[in-house]
């Protein structure tokens, strides 16, 4: 029988959708019987959906603190032109 | 949002603006990755500053094979790891040798009975949207501590599968680890911001339940 101790540890696989077949029917049929772990695994996809929105979050509300290098550094556009320079001198 | 091809194609033309784009949309998540493997934001802006050079030398020889975002990003890893080696040489870390499966499982013990049930019940956390986490300073600050305090490994995975959405074979292939170790990494990274949740979620709740 599967405990709620394994399948915290499968949570991931589970969700990931890497488990197989056998494993993931053992997991639905825990569920079915186990509130807490119902419970946990909603836990688990709301962190997961909390970390998916880090980036807009973090481009939205943390003032910018100098990650965007905007304008673009003078060292950065140099480079960049010179390789086109090469391109086109050959 | 562009094409990558185009994208891909302007640059390789030496159109400025799409360098200024892909270095605007990039430039932070790089920095966000760099400080995984590195201890310090200024050797992290060294490391993305080498990654863009790195980049520009190798566009007019990128093949297109992987995706642009997956070159750029394993470029990076690469020049942070070797930075990051060179750095802790005091204290020697591998990167990739040291596996997970030693380290303490990712839900406590005691919160789980001898026959292996919960204890308590994990609560809902109904009241609290990813949304409304995100959107709140306090929540979303105890959020970016708890992946901060991950350990660097757990953190680069979880950075580039949950943040920058890449998906399991791009990460291995950044990080050069196998695919069984970054399941491994993922779980335990994810594990521990959940707890990290649990906790801020309980600080900020109200403590009594009004019937």
Redesign the interface.
């Known amino acids: 029988m599967l405990t709620c101790r394994d399948l915290a540890e499968r949570a991931t696989d589970y969700l990931e959708g890497d488990l197989s077949l056998w494993h993931r029917l053992r997991v639905r049929v825990h569920l079915n019987m186990c509130a807490r772990c119902r419970a946990y695994l909603g836990q688990m996809r709301k962190t997961v959906r909390v970390l998916r929105g880090i980036s807009c979050a973090a481009a939205g509300a943390v003032p910018d603190d100098g990650a965007s290098l905007a304008p673009l550094p003078d060292e950065l556009r140099r480079a960049f032109r010179a390789t086109h320079r090469i391109l086109e001198d050959e | 949002m562009e094409e990558e091809s185009t994208l891909v194609a302007r640059l390789r ?2 159109d ?1 603006a799409a ?2 784009e892909l ?2 949309r990039y ?3 790089f ?1 966000r990755l760099a400080l995984t493997f590195v201890s310090s934001r200024p050797v992290a802006e060294e490391v993305v ?1 080498e990654t ?2 790195g980049v ?2 190798g ?2 020889t990128f093949e297109g094979r992987s995706s642009l975002k997956t070159w750029m990003f394993r470029i990076l890893a690469n020049r942070a790891k070797s930075r990051g080696v060179r750095e802790r040489r005091k204290v020697p870390l591998s990167w990739p040798a040291a596996e997970e499966g030693l380290a303490a ?3 406590d ?1 005691d919160q ?1 009975t001898t ?4 204890r ?6 109904s009241d ?4 409304k ?3 709140t ?1 306090e929540t ?1 600050e105890a ?2 501590a708890a ?1 901060a305090e991950l350990s660097a490994r757990r953190r680069a995975v ?1 950075t580039l599968r ?4 890449l998906d ?1 074979n791009e990460v291995c292939n950044i990080l050069g680890i196998s695919e069984t170790n970054q ?1 491994v990494l ?2 335990r990274a ?2 521990d ?2 707890s990290a ?2 906790a801020i979620l309980k600080r900020s709740e109200p403590s009594a339940h009004v019937p």
Do not use: M, Y
Request: aromatic share 8%; no cysteine.
């Open positions: 033309a030496g400025e360098f200024e270095v605007g430039n932070g998540p920095l500053q863009w050079l520009i030398k566009l007019p499982p990712p839900v013990a789980f026959a292996g049930r919960w308590r019940a994990p609560e809902a956390w609290s949207t990813p949304e986490i995100l959107e300073r979303r959020v970016l992946i979880v949950d943040i920058e959405g399991s399941r993922l779980h994810r594990s911001v959940r949740l649990q």
